[in-house]
């Protein structure tokens, strides 16, 4: 009897514990699936913070550029430029990898001329937006629409008028972006690679192909990087397409603590076998004949710069040279050169920047469908050119500009008078965002 007991006495007490078997499964489970989640979390603090990383570093060596309309970029041929990043998004709808920016120029252009036509005022609009957003590390893809005509490669200006008919707006870049090292990439329709002035490359012409930057730091400052673009210009159905193939070698070296010398030197060879796309805003006054171009077009670039900024840090001077050498060309009138000399900046609030730029351009020693705009002769040129920049309150620009030019050639002239200089002065006023 007292076995009995003892027995029933002990399935009595066991009998709880057999009872929460059920309740210790359930927060087994419960505490794995926790361990998962916790797990799965880390992870994307991990690759979020690695994405930062990179973005970080993107940053810090992508080159500083100024604002895209400072009195440098709208001269005929402006300091040496560089592709800028594109501005960070911020507020409390910012994503991890994307960024996002823009710009908007309202300008006011007054045309005079001697003898050529009438004087001429026009009111004329730019807007832009551009995102970038990196979906891995070493891995960005980018975006800008821009207003314009999308059939003129060098302006997304929109001259104001037409009883109030809506802006054109385009897709004016679209592109994938590789950087690994040294290395950074580009295919699709991509921002321009090459150091530049606009005697030779327009600042709106968007390369549309491949290509890449390879840059190495060479120690004390010096850098050396080597760039080269296929260059994609017009795709036919039974003829050899058109295209560019090319490369160009960038050295920055500093002289001194306040003294820095830039060399660029670049070779373009295009092959022209195609022109079915191109229409009288592309041939512009490059030499013409039968409906093709007269000359070949294999241009040899040079470009050196000297930056001082002993003086002030916010007057640093800058001179600038530019000279071009068309190798393919069937007429003597075959090479040109800029020379500019600016001095300050327009980076902040209060910051003033002054410049002069003198040109001269033979007829086809330039491809004029990728060339400046900023006057109504495009190649046979011989220019002036003075600006003046204030920068009001941070990431707003005014600046005033005056081009004095005229034919370079008499034989080249076409519809310009040979003698008559012309001017166009231009008020602009630009706000980045």
Do not use: C
């Not at 709208?74 to 994307?98: D, E, K, M, Q």
């Not at 893809?141 to 008919?165: E, I, W, Y």
Request: hydrophobic share 45%.
């Amino acid at each position: 009897m007292r076995f009995v007991l003892l027995a029933a006495a002990a399935l009595s007490a066991a009998s709880p514990a057999l009872a929460q078997d059920p309740r210790l499964d359930t927060l087994e489970r419960r505490l794995t699936e926790q361990q998962q989640r916790i797990q799965q979390l880390e992870s994307l603090v991990a690759e979020q913070a690695a994405l930062l990383k990179q973005v970080r570093a993107e940053r810090a060596a992508a080159p500083v550029a100024p604002p895209p309309m400072a009195v440098a970029a709208a001269l005929a041929a402006p300091s040496v430029a560089v592709v800028a990043a594109v501005p960070a998004a911020t507020g409390p709808f910012r994503i991890p990898g994307l960024d996002v920016g823009g710009d908007l120029r309202v300008r006011q252009e007054l045309n005079v001329s001697a003898a050529d036509a009438r004087d001429r005022g026009r009111s004329v609009l730019r807007a832009r937006i551009r995102a970038a957003y990196t979906i891995a590390p070493g891995l960005t893809v980018g975006a800008q629409l821009a207003t314009g005509d999308p059939d003129d490669p060098n302006s997304t200006d929109v001259t104001l008028g037409s009883f109030l008919d809506d802006l054109n707006v385009s897709l004016d870049q679209a592109w994938l972006r590789y950087t690994h090292g040294g290395l950074t990439a580009y295919a699709g329709k991509f921002p321009n690679i090459f150091q530049r002035t606009d005697m030779v490359w327009d600042g709106d012409v968007v390369p549309q192909g491949l290509g890449a930057v390879y840059a190495a730091d060479l120690g004390g400052g010096a850098k050396l990087d080597a760039r080269a673009i296929y260059f994609v210009i017009d795709e036919a159905q039974a003829a050899r397409d058109s295209d560019m193939l090319g490369g160009q070698i960038v050295a920055a070296v500093p002289l001194s603590p306040a003294l820095k010398a830039t060399l660029a030197g670049g070779y373009y060879h295009y092959r022209l076998d195609s022109v079915g796309g191109a229409d009288s805003g592309d041939f512009r006054s490059n030499l013409i004949v039968g409906g093709r171009y007269r000359s070949d077009f294999h241009l040899l670039n040079g470009i050196a710069a000297l930056a001082w900024s002993g003086a002030s840090p916010r007057w640093p001077v800058t001179f600038t040279a530019d000279y071009v050498k068309n190798l393919g060309a069937a007429v003597s009138a075959d090479s040109g050169f800029n020379l500019e000399l600016a001095a300050g900046r327009t980076a902040q609030k209060g910051d003033w920047r002054i410049a002069y730029n003198y040109s001269e351009v033979g007829v086809d020693a330039v491809f004029a469908a990728f060339s400046h705009d900023n006057t109504n002769i495009a190649t046979n040129y011989q220019l002036h050119g003075f600006g003046l920049a204030y920068v009001p309150v941070k990431d707003v620009v005014l600046d005033l500009v005056l081009y004095h030019y005229k034919p370079l050639d008499a034989l080249y002239t076409g519809t310009n008078q040979p003698n008559d200089w012309l001017d166009r002065i231009r008020l602009n006023f630009l706000v980045n965002f």
